[in-house]
């Protein structure tokens, strides 16, 4: 029962690259959230998505940042343009979409993106 | 703004004993309120969660209090144990938004043998 899944682990990308993260959510979750955490700071929520869905994006910049969780494969989250500013962790969480446990979501092991 | 304030920052404990965090909210809306553990490298893991209906949640040593006029919930760690040496975040959601957690800032605990 593998749980949610993240790749790659640890992400290095030149100012002005663009940065791929992706997220495979645990096996019967439809729900998946990207959250940030910089050094030293807690976890920002940056973007809620269903399938083929972008529900809330509120916590995410305007420009250069992107997400998608297309009906077949991952959910992706693309910064374009990348600067020093974007080295974080980033984290994938899914939750079940029905049922019991909706609100509880789970943890992927992070993208750690450094930015040269 | 920060919608959830967590203190302390950092935490010392000795092995054996008591470990508190606490934290405060201001949005009534929330009604689901997560704890996360973290160790160094590795995802926020869950460790327990209450729902403002109820005052306390107990699963082994760990404790939530819920203090829902005060907007107020703390995590009691007891018989604290070096290998609960981690990074504790508290967070609140709500059913509106989807469950998209505000997070505290997290506390550093270390429990000392």
């Known amino acids: 029962n593998a749980g949610v899944m993240q790749n790659p682990r640890h992400l290095v990308r030149r100012r002005g690259q663009e940065a791929r993260l992706r997220c495979s959510p645990m096996k019967g979750h439809s729900h998946v959230y990207w959250y940030r955490q910089l050094p030293e700071e807690g976890l920002k929520f940056m973007v809620y998505?269903?399938?083929?869905?972008?529900?809330?994006e509120s916590g995410m910049p305007k420009e250069r940042f992107s997400a998608e969780f297309p009906k077949e494969g991952p959910s992706i989250l693309r910064i374009q343009q990348v600067v020093r500013g974007d080295s974080a962790a980033y984290f994938c969480?899914?939750?079940?979409?029905?049922?019991?446990?909706?609100?509880?979501?789970?943890f992927g092991p992070g993208t750690r993106l450094t930015v040269l | 703004q920060q919608q959830v304030k967590q203190s302390p920052q950092s935490l010392i404990v000795q092995k054996g004993g008591i470990s508190i965090i606490n934290c405060a909210y201001e949005?009534?809306?929330?009604?689901?309120f997560p704890w996360y553990q973290q160790f160094p490298g590795k995802g926020p893991a869950l460790l327990i969660a209450i729902r403002p209906d109820v005052s306390e949640k107990k699963e082994g040593r760990f404790t939530i209090s819920f203090n829902k006029s005060a907007k107020q919930f703390s995590l009691h760690i007891m018989d604290s144990q070096p290998g609960d040496s981690a990074t504790y975040f508290c967070a609140a959601s709500r059913q509106t938004s989807g469950y998209a957690l505000n997070f505290g800032k997290g506390t550093s605990l270390l429990v000392t043998p």
């Open positions: 998505l269903q399938k083929e869905n972008i529900i809330d």
């Open positions: 949005n009534t809306a929330f009604d689901y």
């Open positions: 969480a899914s939750s079940p979409s029905a049922g019991r446990g909706t609100d509880t979501q789970y």
